[in-house]
């Protein structure tokens, strides 16, 4: 237990730091992802054949490769793409960009790719008389989509976006392997200080147990408060 | 875009792959048993077994993969009494704490693949085998087993392909497999683009092959 200790001597505050992190990445990741979700969804449901062969190469190739590879891409390519596009501008000083940054996006794209299907897959399964309901009535084409489409969207994407979640959640800890301070590398540096991987690795996989169990519990609220009327 | 990087790369991404279908294959075997056994636990009466499968899948969907790995190759070996046993032959070999890893985390998915299919066959399909005068155990391989397996197979399919993206992260207990060498070569040439590509390309692939046997199976077996 004085392992755990906060301060000094033990390593309490920093994997309590370190939880944040892991919450902040995923948070961030997430967001990230849904922006993708934004893009590709429509051209998914597009009736137009180029498009569709983009967003399905995207879910495609994303959902076939391992997490870990892509982390390694965008860890070992990041720089040399934003220095790229800096040299364009006529910057050539050697720029780093944050582990934060690239491993939210790495995992942010990774967890766009299955946001992206959840939100199809939601689109899919509303009435078509819904849209056409919203057409009738005149409405404009903003609040048809915000008013009427979207909520019942997010009703029937929101238990399955909760996997999404626990998936993007678990895979940030693959985003260790670039130094990125989160509980997974914490523990690791921890193991190594203390000769003690066993407590560690065990006690992040606590943490880990924990997020999930408390993320699930949230998002079960937020299920009934959109499925309310039904 | 270097394209000798990437011709001269493929060969040996490509024997990495078959280390990958190896760690995939072993552990899938594995997993399903532990799967199957987890299962029938879960479809006890008794609270108390049916409480441990359910907390053995808990744990192991709850936390990554990642974590399970460095438990069992970093923490298993601390235990000073594990050390004498036979079992350290297996444990002090990445490769062996790898599977056991993977097994076990498959194990915990399949478990609940498995059991939301015994759960989903009609109570009359029993009924009909128990009105025929068969035992219960011939219901339970011959009936229950096959309608189970056949119903889980599309679930599974994916348990599958997520798998063999799970089996990346042997590259992090220094095993060489198609990810391990990919990173091996990133970092020795710095052209990640180059090499994403052909891995990757392999890794599509193979998910393209598994998701098209599956499909094959799926038609095969199904019921109509």
């Known amino acids: 237990m004085e392992l755990l200790a906060f301060g000094d001597t033990g390593w309490g505050d920093e994997l309590f730091y370190a939880t944040l992190m ?111 309901a919203a057409k009738v009535l005149g409405l404009s084409k903003f609040v048809q989509f915000y008013k009427i489409i979207l909520p019942q969207v997010l009703r029937l994407a929101i238990p399955n976006l909760s996997n999404v979640w626990q998936i993007t959640l678990k895979d940030t800890s693959l985003i260790s392997v670039t130094g990125l301070v989160e509980i997974m590398r914490q523990s690791y540096i921890a193991a190594g200080s203390t000769r003690d991987p066993l407590f560690f690795y065990s006690f992040a996989a606590v943490l880990y147990l924990l997020l999930t169990f408390v993320s699930m519990k949230l998002i079960n609220r937020l299920e009934v408060k959109y499925s309310r009327g039904y | 875009m270097d394209f000798e990087l990437m011709i001269n790369s493929f060969p040996k991404l490509l024997s990495a792959a078959v280390i990958t279908l190896k760690l995939l294959s072993v552990s899938l075997v594995i997993g399903l048993f532990i799967g199957l056994f987890f299962a029938i636990l879960r479809l006890n009466k008794n609270i108390f077994i049916n409480k441990f499968a359910y907390g053995y899948s808990y744990i192991f969907r709850g936390t990554p993969l990642l974590v399970q790995i460095f438990i069992i190759y970093f923490g298993l070996g601390q235990i000073e009494y594990l050390r004498s046993t036979v079992l350290w032959v297996i444990l002090k070999e990445p490769y062996w704490c790898a599977i056991i890893a993977f097994a076990l985390n498959t194990g915990a998915y399949t478990s609940e693949i498995l059991r939301s299919a015994f759960q989903t066959i009609k109570p009359g399909i029993i009924e009909a085998g128990q009105s025929l005068g068969i035992s219960s155990k011939i219901i339970f391989y011959k009936i229950q087993i096959p309608i189970a397996i056949r119903q889980s197979l599309p679930a599974y399919g994916n348990e599958i392909i997520l798998m063999m993206k799970g089996t990346s992260l042997a590259s992090t207990v220094t095993i060489m497999d198609l990810t391990g060498v990919a990173k091996y070569i990133i970092s020795t040439t710095f ?27 799926e038609k095969k077996y199904s019921f109509n």
């Open chain 2, 191 to 217: 052209k990640p683009i180059e090499v994403f590509i052909v891995a990757g390309g392999i890794y599509l692939f193979m998910t393209f092959i598994i998701h098209n046997v599956i499909k094959f199976l």
């Open chain 1, 22 to 132: 892991t919450i902040a990445v995923s948070i961030t990741a997430m967001i990230i992802g849904f922006s993708f979700a934004a893009i590709f969804t429509p051209l998914k449901l597009s009736k137009n054949k180029l498009l569709n062969l983009i967003a399905n190469s995207y879910t495609t190739v994303i959902r076939g490769v391992p997490e870990l590879l892509v982390i390694y891409l965008f860890f070992f390519g990041g720089t040399g793409a934003v220095m790229f596009v800096a040299s364009i501008f006529g910057y050539n000083e050697y720029i780093e960009i944050n582990a934060f940054i690239t491993g939210a996006f790495a995992i942010g794209i990774i967890s766009g790719a299955y946001s992206t299907e959840v939100f199809r897959g939601a689109v899919m399964s509303i009435d078509k008389g819904q849209f056409e």
